[in-house]
């Protein structure tokens, strides 16, 4: 079993920057890739950034080049920078992991992310 705990979310003006951190403990041996979700009030949850194993990484068209996704596998961390914050990433943010061999998905408890004059 793998746990994830988020933290980094809070309140933040349009323009400015959050930077989220996701923590994987338990089982962490074969984490391949981890990414962050988001779900809006009203949405369904959507991929916003995916980072393999081996630094490969994919985002969501609407966060690419503002959102920065890294991981440091020692640390069994995953970290979203985010930039240049708009009121539409307003959301609870979601760190996932996938472990080998069958890329069973593990989710953390979100972190929730407010863009807001």
């Known amino acids: 079993q793998v746990q994830l705990v988020e933290s980094g979310g809070g309140l933040v003006q349009p323009g400015g920057s959050l930077r989220l951190s996701c923590a994987a403990s338990?089982?962490?041996?074969?984490?391949?890739?981890m990414g962050w979700y988001r779900q809006a009030p009203g949405k369904e949850r959507e991929l916003v950034a995916r980072i393999g194993r081996f630094g490969d990484t994919q985002y969501a068209d609407s966060v690419k080049g503002r959102f920065t996704i890294s991981r440091d596998n020692a640390k069994n961390t995953v970290y979203l920078q985010m930039n240049s914050l708009k009121p539409e990433d307003t959301a609870v943010y979601y760190c996932n992991a996938e472990k080998l061999p069958t890329l069973r998905g593990y989710w953390g408890q979100g972190t929730q992310v407010t863009v807001s004059s």
């Open positions: 338990g089982s962490t041996f074969s984490i391949n890739t």
